[in-house]
């Protein structure tokens, strides 16, 4: 049956019963019509962030934990342009992220309205998707669409712009639920994949390239057994870590820039690199026209515009990880690759963190690795600490590790691991940051405070932009301008939230102060004291090739 209900009431009622849970927001004049029906929808948790940046980075959390859609909400102008880094920050990294945001009523558009932001045109290169929805009539349709394409095929953040006037309006509405929106997605062609596996079979040094594609995917079994029956030693790049048990004996590490030496090595001397769900982005790849002499390459991923678009591919195969690995792995032959591991394995060392002892990375990270039995999902920042852990927090599960790999924000873990608390709630989460990307977002734990949402903060205090004066020691002469950077008293700071906070800086109290830190009852925060000019190691400089890694200090 028809009723006549309101845009506002729509919009909350179209997202509760597509199965939307939370929505991470803050109010504000145009989006005011949302916010007075959403209380008449108790399914729907609103979380009040303290920016709308943490909004769309926390749904963005909430998305990769949790393989669902993330939502936020903010008003126009400067509520929707704070949204537009957390969405730039989804869009590199395949999130399904649904962002609304209100809009000056439609009489308004185009006269430098109050609060009149373009959000539309400002977002359209970083989203799938953008709406301007300009009658009530349509506003189910769009959301169901909205949630349909941020998770299709390659996700990706989708905004939905909606004016005052458009809330308020009231329009007859027949629930559409259960609309199929999203085309099916292509079957892998069985040339691509039967050439593929003739590759993999004939191939003498051959590689399996695991990156975020394979998560989203949830392709972890089709990958392990891709690799087992075919002996491939596997990488796993920034994002593809967790989507392969870090103690397999088939597991090499990370690539690139701050990749192990003997992975890069491997690449180098590599003749197939079998690619799933990656982007062979320049941090991977170093210098393309040096990357990967001597192999062929073969691509598989969801999105048809990655396919050859950094690197040539031999065989190129759209579809996504899971599908497609489970026909390579129906394809191929059962071999093993035991030479060939040899040889890199000769040339394997620890991963060097570049200090040792004391309060090193491997032991602060070994401490919330003890604290937590490794059963935990760790959520980092932007800098040398996001390196530390990538090389060296052992994750045992898939999907356990959340980052922003491809645009690199500053500010991310804390949000983020909030969402990714929402979606994990029985389990603990760590954000890990460094004393410049805290302070940019922690505003949060007053969020943390008000909403419940036990997340541990961990704080890596070099005093110093790290990654930036580390590029200035080795580019730049030693001239550390603007990196030095204070802090504040984080145990205070903690204190004036009404957490509690702890600063550690000699490894005999890491134990002790992690393991309390992370059994409290709620938030916590860990401040950790560490060399001030640690380095990571090894470091391929910018633009050159995998085969030149600065290996020690200078
Ligand atoms: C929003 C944003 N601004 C600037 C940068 C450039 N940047 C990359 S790493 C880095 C330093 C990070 O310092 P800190 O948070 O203290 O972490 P550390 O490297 O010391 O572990 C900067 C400024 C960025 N990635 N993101």
């Known amino acids: 049956m028809t009723e ?90 395949s999130s399904p992220v649904v962002a609304i945001t209100g809009q000056v009523s439609r009489a308004m558009i185009g006269r430098d309205a109050f609060q009149e932001t373009d959000i539309v045109g400002i977002t359209l290169p ?57 085309a099916p997605l292509p079957a892998a062609p069985d040339d691509g994949v039967r050439h593929a596996a003739a590759l993999i079979a004939a191939a003498q040094r051959p590689l399996l390239m695991v990156g975020h594609g394979v998560i989203l995917a949830s392709a972890y079994a089709e990958v392990r057994a891709l690799a087992e029956k075919t002996g ?18 088939l ?26 769900g990656l982007r062979f982005d320049d941090r991977v790849t170093g210098n393309l026209a040096a990357f990967a002499p001597r192999a062929q390459i073969v691509h598989v991923d969801v999105d048809r515009t990655e396919i050859g678009r950094n690197v040539p591919a031999a065989v190129g195969i759209v579809g996504d990880a899971k599908t497609v690995t489970r026909q390579l792995v129906a394809a191929t032959a059962t071999r093993q690759c035991d030479a060939w591991r040899a ?9 060097d963190a570049s200090f040792r002892g004391g309060m090193s990375p491997e032991a602060i990270l070994g401490a919330i690795r003890d604290a937590t039995d490794g059963a935990c999902t760790i959520v980092t920042d932007v800098g040398q600490h996001q390196m530390w852990v990538a090389k060296l927090f052992p994750y045992r599960r898939p999907n356990t590790h959340i980052t922003s790999g491809g645009l690199g924000t500053m500010g991310f873990a804390v949000p983020a691991a909030m969402g990714a608390h929402v979606a994990r709630p029985g389990e603990p989460v760590w954000a890990i940051s460094g004393d410049g990307g805290f302070q940019m977002n922690m505003a949060e734990m007053a969020t943390m405070v008000q909403e419940g949402l036990t997340v541990k903060l961990a704080v890596f205090n070099n005093g110093y932009l790290g990654m930036v004066r580390q590029w200035q020691q080795f580019f730049h002469g030693k001239r550390y301008s603007s990196t030095p950077i204070w802090s504040p008293d984080y145990v205070k700071l903690a204190a004036a939230y009404g957490i509690p906070g702890y600063r550690v800086d000699d490894a005999s109290d890491l134990a002790d102060v992690v393991g309390r830190a992370n059994a409290a009852p709620g938030p916590a925060l860990v401040e950790f004291v560490i060399e001030q000019e640690a380095n990571v190691f090894p470091m391929i400089p910018p633009g050159g090739s995998l085969s030149e890694p600065i290996e020690a200090a200078v």
């Open 251 to 276: 597991h090499l590490g990370m690539p690139g820039m701050h990749g192990e030496v003997h992975v890069n090595r491997a690449i180098q001397r590599a003749d197939l690199i079998v690619g799933l």
């Open 343 to 351: 040889e890199i394995e000769a040339g394997r060392r620890l991963p």
């Open 126 to 182: 970083i989203t799938k998707q953008s709406y301007l929805v300009q009658d009530a009539a349509e506003l189910a349709d769009v959301v169901l669409e909205a949630i349909a394409v941020a998770q299709h095929g390659r996700p990706g953040p989708v905004l939905i712009d909606v004016p005052k006037d458009v809330q308020n309006q009231k329009v007859g509405f027949a629930p559409s639920v259960g609309a199929q929106h999203a």
């Open 4 to 93: 006549l209900i309101s845009g506002a009431h729509i919009l909350c009622r179209t997202l509760a019963e597509a199965g939307v849970d939370v929505l991470f927001g803050y109010p504000g004049g145009a989006i005011m019509p949302f916010y007075h029906a959403l209380p008449e929808f108790p399914g729907l948790r609103h979380i009040l962030v303290r920016h709308e940046q943490a909004a769309a980075h926390a749904a963005d959390g909430y998305a990769r934990a949790s393989g669902r859609v993330g939502v936020c909400v903010a008003t126009s102008g400067p509520g929707a342009t704070n949204l537009v880094t957390g969405l730039a920050t989804a869009h590199m990294d």
């Open 232 to 249: 491939m030693p596997v990488i796993t790049t920034l994002l593809g870590i967790s989507a392969f048990p870090e103690g397999h004996p």
